[in-house]
């Protein structure tokens, strides 16, 4: 059978998550309130009124799905700390029993051979410092982000080397602070540009810290990236895709990589944007280390002269008559190597670990087993473009897979099933997916099959 060539030596292969989605036990050992502990229990806010009060219940069964990694042969695990576990108000005294539970967890994957990549804000905003300041809103958030990282350092420099300062910030302060999906529910387009430069600054804040705790620590931070197309071949809709590629990307990745904000973006938008004050932009552009990117389709836009100062409007719906023929309307495995070759070409090579890559599917389970084929071929596309992506000179090392397990998706709740192991939410049984056992094959090997 033809194959692929094999992924690079000692590429990483490993499932993402997050506290809030997985965890449970919101007020365990002295845990605080986060933003979407507030959020979850709001009326109309989360899919069929559910929560994550018991979620996937980690914190009390971390083993069990520790076990499950090691029997999917994976090399490492991106998990994220629940903020408001090591600090219950955001800041002062620190809950050592919180502490004491990720010290644990790191413990036990180094013991099975699995590498650790710990998210440091993956949106849990502890409620006291979103009472307290407006959570990102406000600028002393940056500083508050950067004292909390150090504590984490501290205490689990020593085993881990790499460490993520923040989770898709466009997610957090879109989502959050805009449009009012997310936690804390805010619908308030002035604040957007303020949630993102604040996370920006608290990111650059944290490298400087953790840079002198630990030398040699590996930091990055994790952006959600979108090839961006135009909804039709006009010049209206061309310029709209262009705007939300400064908007989406570009304000990101220039921050960071040129230590300035696209000057386009902000002739537009000049009413909305934030106070940078001097030395901001030095902070934000300190350098680090890798890119973390949770890639899973592209982008369409349109032109809407009905937005104000926007313009555009940008969704994953393709235009009629645009379909993968395998994997549905929204799936586009070609992005990883676009998104690659402007990394290569426009910011250095960074070093790059695709954080998140993942597939909601409506799985069944029959027989005490769950077939989820779609689920296997979008993993056996993707990966190809990855590949070919390190053949024409991409700098990346890792592949991450959204997710672990089936686990409470934000405002979708229980409804969506990304992950390689389907959980019962009722009684917390869990099956390991054919998808899962695919990857076992892929980890054991690193050899992927030529795209059929």
Not at 2 to 23: N, R, S, V
Not at 269 to 295: C, K, Q, T
Request: hydrophobic share 40%; charged share 20%; proline share 6%.
């Amino acid at each position: 059978m033809a194959t692929f060539p094999q992924l690079p030596l000692k590429f990483l292969i490993g499932t993402a998550t997050a506290a809030f989605q997985i965890e449970g036990s919101p007020t365990a050992d002295g845990k605080g309130k986060s933003i979407w502990d507030t959020f979850s229990h709001r009326r109309g806010k989360i899919q069929a009124g559910e929560n994550a009060d018991t979620a996937c219940d980690t914190y009390r069964n971390p083993e069990g799905d520790i076990t499950l990694m090691a029997e999917l042969g994976l090399n490492a695990y991106r998990f994220s700390i629940a903020w408001s576990r090591i600090l219950p108000e955001g800041r002062g005294e620190i809950n050592q029993k919180g502490l004491a539970y990720y010290q644990r967890l790191v413990d036990m994957l180094l013991e099975r051979g699995i590498t650790p990549f710990i998210t440091l804000f993956h949106w849990d905003t502890p409620q006291a410092l979103q009472d307290l300041c407006g959570g990102f809103a406000g600028r002393d958030m940056a500083q508050y982000f950067a004292d909390y990282a150090e504590i984490v350092v501290r205490a689990l420099g020593d085993r881990v080397l790499y460490w993520i300062t923040f989770n898709e910030p466009w997610e957090h302060a879109f989502f959050g602070h805009f449009t009012g999906e997310h936690a804390p529910g805010a619908h308030n387009p002035w604040t957007y540009f303020k949630v993102a430069h604040h996370e920006l600054l608290g990111h650059g804040k944290a490298v400087e810290r953790i840079r002198s705790i630990a030398p040699d620590a590996q930091v990055g931070i994790t952006l959600s990236q979108f090839p961006i197309y135009p909804f039709s071949d006009t010049p209206q809709d061309h310029d709209a895709a262009h705007f939300a590629d400064l908007f989406m990307n570009r304000f990101y990745l220039d921050g960071l990589y040129k230590g300035q904000y696209p000057a386009a973006l902000f002739r537009r938008l000049w009413l909305f944007r934030p106070r940078i004050e001097p030395g901001d932009m030095e902070i934000i552009s300190h350098p680090f280390d890798f890119l973390g990117v949770n890639y899973y389709t592209r982008q369409y836009a349109r032109h809407a002269w009905y937005i104000p100062f926007f313009r555009a409007w940008v969704d994953r719906d393709p235009p009629p008559g645009v379909c993968h023929p395998e994997l549905g309307r929204q799936a586009y495995p070609e992005g990883i190597r676009e998104l690659s070759q402007r990394y290569r070409e426009e910011y250095g090579n960074p070093v790059v670990y695709i954080t998140e890559n993942g597939m909601a599917v409506e799985d069944v389970v029959e027989n005490g087993q769950v077939h989820d084929s779609t689920r296997q071929r979008f993993f056996e596309l993707y990966l190809s473009e990855l590949a070919q992506a390190i053949s024409e000179g991409s700098d990346i090392r890792g592949y991450f897979i959204w997710s672990l397990m089936d686990n409470f998706e934000w405002n979708s709740g229980f409804s969506k099933r990304f992950g390689l192991v389907y959980v019962d939410h009722q009684n917390q049984q869990r099956i390991i997916k054919d998808s899962g056992r695919w990857v076992a094959e892929l980890a054991r090997t690193q050899q992927l099959e030529a795209p059929r």
